[in-house]
């Protein structure tokens, strides 16, 4: 399968910007880029996905690589309750179905 | 509008039984799919059922089944119950297999004993 490589965590102050990063050097041409986020005691929640180009939604920023090998979320202002495991998961398109693969993602540690 | 709910919220059994979990997709989604997830790691894709049929599996052995209903809700079975099956259960729906998110539920906390 497909992997993704996280930091295992990081640290951000409240209302400051927050990159987190991921490397996927195995990505195929029909792999999409997903993000997804894990509160504590809840399941994941979807956070944005993108194939080649930037992208903008309410929760956050997703900026990709132009070879697509490396991709960063981008939060723009972390607030307490973006402290979360992120995750970045390469959607893959396979016989019929689809799967997510995750990895250990990010611990994201917001503080005031 | 519900979104993905899944019952029971938890569960203790005992080695070499049998449990059964339940998932009800988000409103107007048709697929399920189904992860373990150990204490401390990521989700581990189980598999996903579309159209009451299993299209994907990952990596898990054949004591893991599923079923998708007509009204898209589905099962997951697993047999011989073994203590690292202790874990979290999620189900997750979608709409159709393209590229669409996936929705996830809070899960069932199954511990083996």
């Known amino acids: 399968d497909a992997k993704t490589t996280q930091p295992n965590s990081m640290e951000s102050n409240e209302e400051e910007p927050v990159h987190l990063p991921c490397n996927h050097s195995?990505?195929?041409?029909?792999?999409?880029i997903h993000w997804y986020r894990q509160l504590p005691s809840q399941g994941p929640e979807y956070v944005i996905h993108?194939?080649?180009s930037n992208v903008n939604n309410r929760m956050a920023s997703l900026a990709i690589a132009e070879d697509r090998k490396s991709s960063t979320l981008i939060l723009h202002r972390a607030t307490l309750r973006d402290a979360a495991v992120y995750y970045c998961i390469l959607f893959i398109l396979t016989g019929g179905g689809n799967k997510l693969t995750f990895g250990t993602g990010t611990q994201l540690k917001v503080e005031l | 509008d519900a979104g993905v709910t899944q019952s029971p919220t938890h569960l203790i059994k005992t080695r070499g039984q049998q449990v059964t979990l339940r998932c009800s997709p988000k409103?107007?989604?048709?697929?399920v799919s189904w992860y373990q997830q150990a204490l401390g790691q990521g989700p581990q894709f189980i598999f996903q059922y579309y159209e009451e049929e299993e299209r994907q599996r990952g990596n898990f052995p054949d004591r893991f089944s599923g079923h998708q209903f007509p009204n898209y809700s589905s099962e997951l079975n697993v047999n011989a119950l073994l203590l690292g099956d202790s874990a979290l259960y999620l189900c997750?729906?979608?709409?159709?297999?393209?590229?669409?998110?996936?929705?996830f539920g809070d899960g069932t906390r199954l511990s083996i004993l």
């Open positions: 195995t990505i195929s041409g029909t792999d999409y």
């Open positions: 993108g194939l080649t």
């Open positions: 997750a729906s979608s709409l159709g297999t393209v590229n669409q998110p996936q929705h």
């Open positions: 409103s107007g989604h048709d697929t």
